[in-house]
Nanobody, 115 residues
């Protein structure tokens, strides 16, 4: 089973940028669709962006043009570059690895957008 460790969260002012990283260990990284999800207080967890092993990406409408998901298969790492951050982006961000037979989650990293 794959283990996922996120990093890069923190406090940032509106309009600022952050880059989240998620390092995977175990399994065969390239076969996983990697995703970033987020959960704000009192809300359901939602998909922010995902990327297949071949590089096909999907974004939720609210982050299109502001966030970019990418992966480095040689480093077993997926990234989420977040720009033009808004207060409504405040949430715990979770990394996810999915394959046909399983899904695995990281522990989450807090992103707070506030002045």
């Amino acid at each position: 089973q794959v283990q996922l460790v996120e990093s890069g969260g923190g406090l940032v002012q509106p309009g600022g940028s952050l880059r989240l990283s998620c390092a995977a260990s175990g399994g065969i990284f390239i076969i996983y669709t990697m995703g970033w999800y987020r959960q704000a207080p009192g809300k359901q967890r939602e998909l922010v962006a995902s990327i297949t092993g071949g590089g096909t990406t999907i974004y939720v409408d609210s982050v299109k043009g502001r966030f970019t998901i990418s992966r480095d298969n040689a480093k077993n790492t997926v990234y989420l570059q977040m720009s033009s951050l808004k207060p409504e982006d405040t949430a715990v961000y979770y990394c996810n690895a999915a394959a046909t037979s399983f899904t695995s989650w990281g522990q989450g990293t807090q992103v707070t957008v506030s002045s």
